[in-house]
């Protein structure tokens, strides 16, 4: 089955400052690459995605990178702001298929 | 719309009793998963369900996890008898088949479950 490593486990980065998330994947055939972040106390909430057909994806201050033949994809947050901090989950699916596999997590500390 | 509904949100019980943790998903979604979080094992799919039944159940640890939905609106898992180590958050979520977002999980509340 799909394997998704995830790195760094905790992150600190001072406020206005970028942070970047990394997860590799094993199984080829997953298509579809979800990031959730979640805050204290709450369940994860998905913030974006991406599909393997697009390279990258933006949204605001967040972006998502997806290389393909190298089986791994990142998380970027620009300009960050101390809501930013949360743990933040990266995911593999294959697009038909509902089940997600769950990277371990990554702690992020927006330090003022 | 409420959002998913997870209850109780927290409960502590002793070794050896049955716990039986609840779940509505949100109202037109016709998927169903139960996940466990621990900080050793991250977040584990534990079972999922499409129109309420189950589709794989890979991740239930053991015989003692048990999970039902009798309707779509409804769902339960339950642990007899409990053991200290199934200390976790418990976590719902819910999809619904049309996008995009595709496959977008809507994750519950959590409940905090502590076998002492």
């Known amino acids: 089955g799909e394997n998704v490593e995830q790195h760094p486990s905790t992150l600190s980065v001072q406020e206005g400052d970028s942070a970047v998330i990394k997860c590799t994947y094993s199984d080829s055939a997953s298509n579809y690459f979800p990031w959730y972040k979640q805050e204290l106390g709450k369940g994860p909430q998905l913030i974006i995605d991406?599909?393997?057909?697009?390279g990258e994806k933006k949204d605001q201050r967040i972006a998502v990178t997806l290389n393909k033949t190298a089986k791994h994809f990142s998380l970027h947050i620009t300009e960050t702001q101390p809501e930013d901090s949360a743990v933040y989950f990266c995911a593999a699916s294959n697009f038909g298929n509902e089940k997600l596999t769950f990277g371990t997590g990554t702690r992020l500390t927006i330090i003022p | 719309d409420a959002g998913v509904i997870q209850s109780p949100r927290h409960e502590v019980t002793e070794m050896g009793q049955e716990v039986t943790l609840r779940c509505k998903p949100i109202s037109g979604h016709n998927s169903l998963f139960w996940y466990r979080q621990t900080m050793m094992r991250g977040l584990e799919l534990l079972i999922y369900f499409n129109n309420n039944v189950p589709i794989d159940d890979s991740g239930m640890p053991e015989d003692r996890f048990s999970a039902k939905m009798p309707n779509a609106s409804f769902s339960t898992l339950k642990i007899q008898p409990s053991e200290p180590r199934d200390s976790a958050v418990y976590f719902c979520a819910s999809s619904s088949p049309t996008g995009p977002p595709y496959n977008e999980q809507f994750f519950g509340p959590g409940t905090r479950l502590t076998v002492l």
């Open positions: 991406i599909r393997s057909n697009v």
